[in-house]
């Protein structure tokens, strides 16, 4: 532009010859300098434009809006976990880390450890050669800090002049509980580098997807501090996870956890089980497990016990299992409850080692009431050669057992029920009182739970309403379905033999009655298969499961304790525990007495 | 210019010169636009004027408020982070851990059975047993033993007079091995906190492992059963202890 208009200058600056006085008068001259100076000005600026629009518009772009522009992660927060009555399981608190620049700390260092140390939960050995750090600009001092316990300390640092301390996001989560439903909730690991929560096991896992939020966003101008008034100012608000509610009642959960805890140190054993359900609905208002540990510190416990056993591990469950085997011969119309049975001491089967009783015996005469009172099993495999061929397994497997219960929890085993290929005349005497067949803890409640609630099977379900598994599964109260299994009339009976199981002077566990309420219920002392030696080690599972009140039954419960040292069985052990956690659920619930006389079912005839 | 208006005239005829001399002469009135300008610049003044102060002032006002909004920000985050560490405090009070042990503090214990009032016809239901035991609910595990190094040492039998040669190479054994298991410890307890955000992806499959070895050990198991000579069935009761397969 500026070569195109330089011949005009010189045209005009030679054009018509006059002296220098006029020259400098000429106003056409003095226009067209004007202009010449103006479009010299004018071309600067045209190619400042074309570079900064033609070349590389974006990039020029984003340094104007980072000049002063503040962006900031608005934290969406993680969801709780609330039992049944909305009592936090798991929740979240804002959270920051504080994080030292040692170049700028390295001199004070040993003042500022102190500082930290008696104000932070951390340790002054740990953190000094952290603020001495060569060579690093970052160091963690303290992670997972409640917010207004860090930004108070490092604002407390400031006013005492030591620099270099500064906050940064990092998500707390809480279980006020401690280990009250440890097992179930689970726990999460140390917040990744961008701030968001990494689940690890249990509830936080399997639903982090509804429990996780998303974070938002907030833009502004920013000069000395304050935002711009006017200025940029866009807002994306974070959206919160979702509260995950259970059926869980802590309260039930944290006594039961107790009371497991004490009847397993008590009896000398390995681990154990409590499970409570609600009758009506199937819900799990307790699933205990023992040993467990404090989901505020999962890594001081054993890896073995972060889990829940009472879906797990899977296990024999013993002569519980005859009230099912028992239930199906009743709503059959093989049996009733007044069945004579006579009951020789010991029973050779064809093709199958003798079965005997737990109890010494000549030939006795019991009714099938008897049978289940004193857990008989010779009793019980006369009974079921009444049985047609499949019919028992149909049964079995329509009570649930071989199949998980789908309710959600981690790590479930479906347990074992032969397959209709291997199955022999041999097995199903065995399968009648509770060998050669395994359950988890869960199944073998809910299968119990049928017979209380009329015959009828519920599935039991651990979430209230619905949520989506991380294996994408729809779990919770609002898909459980019911089955009918037997008929009511079956089930009653059922019942009443089992209230026979708690009398003091026909049954064999009275300890496990809950004073002014009718309970039936039923022991269960399983030898342990031991996947080793392939065999019965010589260890026992001894397990309880009942339900009250018998004529109208609001809980279930079913109470597992592995491999007890002092010689107890489902009676002794399980038993009592069985009876305080029901008699703690039935006047929490406020659940009246009947009123009615307990079943007088006569066992011998 | 001036050449064509001039040439305009001389093409034109002159009639009624003398109308179109008068119309010209009545065009512009002269003075009138004098008369109205100093009020009208005046307004105009005083509209910039006011406008420029106004501006200032309201930019100022809002300067002022987004101090204060700032400010208001800071304290709203210092208060909320607050309000959280006291509900979680809270929290932590609720724990029925917490409470339970308050409870039996204070010498309260279990009953053993409810008792019902029915409004409607005044009866009483239920038993009057007399409450359970005191600590019949045990808040705490016993405490765990103390690690072997923690224990009081077995006591030792104070060497006869005199000290044999061997003696003090023994001691300064242990006072070396002393030294290395306390570093070993050092160690483990570092490494279980680098690693341990891994241990629960770990657990969840040993949960799956355990339950396919489980199935595998079992079916193996009822396979050979035929084959064992010992009697089967299974132990009930109390009094199982000894005599329950045999």
Known sequence: MRQTRQPMRRTAARGPARPAGELRGSPQLRLRIGFLVIAMVLSVFVGRLVQLQGLDPASYASMAAAEGLEEIVLPAERGDILDRNGEPLAESVDGLMVVADPALTADDAPELARFLANRLDVDYFTILPRLRAEDSRFQYIARSVPAALATSVVSKARALGYDGLVTERDPVREYPAGDV???????????????????????????????????????????????VPLGENTTVPAVDGEDLRTTLDRDLQFYSQRVLRQAVRDSGGESGSVVVLDSRTGDVLTLADYPTFDANHPLESDEADLGSRAVSDVYEPGSVEKVLTVAGLVDAGKVT???????????????????????DHGTIRLTLAGVIAQSSNIGTVMATEKYDDGELRSYLDAFGLGRTTGTGIRGESAGILPDESIWSDALQDRIAFGQSVSVNALQMAAAVNTIANGG????????????????????????????????????????????????????VAPGAAVPGYRVAGKTGTAQRASSECQCYDGSYTVSFAGFAPADDPRFTIYVVVQNPTNGGGGGSVGGPAFSKIMGYALRRYAVPPTGTDPSRLPVEW | MSSTARAIQTRLPRLAEAAVERARLTVVPRGRTRAAKVPFVTLLSLLMLGG????????????????????????????????????????????????????QAQGLVLPAAPQFLDLSDGTVTGTTDAALAPGTLALDPPPAPLPAELRPPAPTQAPPEGTLPGDRDRSGDRDGSGDGDRSGDRDRDRSGGRE???????????????????????????????????????RDGDAGGGRNVQ
């Open chain 1, 337 to 359: 409850a007044r069945t004579r049975l006579t009951v020789p001491g010991v029973l050779q089967r064809e093709g199958d080692n003798p079965i005997s009783d737990w109890f």
């Open chain 2, 52 to 103: 420029v102060v106004g501006l200032l002032l309201f930019n100022t006002s809002m300067q002022q408020s987004a101090f204060a909004a700032t400010e208001l920000q800071d304290r709203a985050t210092v208060l909320t982070a607050r309000q959280a560490s006291l509900s979680m405090q809270l929290e932590r009070l609720r724990d029925p851990q917490n409470v339970a042990r308050r409870a």
């Open chain 2, 196 to 234: 341990g955000s891994d241990a629960g992806d770990r657990s969840g499959d040993r949960a799956g492992a355990r339950d396919g070895s489980g199935r595998e050990g079992q079916q193996d198991q009822t396979g050979d059963d035929t084959g064992e000579d010992a009697p089967r069935g299974n």
């Open chain 1, 456 to 507: 009828v099977r519920i599935d039991p379900s651990v979430v209230l309403g619905s949520a989506t598994t991380d294996s994408g599964q729809q779990v919770g109260t609002d898909h459980a379905t019911e089955r009918r299994v037997i008929s009511e009339d079956a089930a009653r009976q059922t019942t009443h033999m089992m209230e026979r199981v708690v009398d003091p002077e026909v049954g």
């Open chain 1, 181 to 227: 439903a440890a097992n179930l909730v689970g726990f999460v690991g140390t917040p990744r580098k961008n701030g968001t929560t990494k689940p690890l096991a249990g509830f936080e896992r399997t639903f982090d997807d509804l429990l996780d939020g998303v974070d938002g966003e907030a833009r502004y101008s920013v000069a000395a501090g304050n935002r």
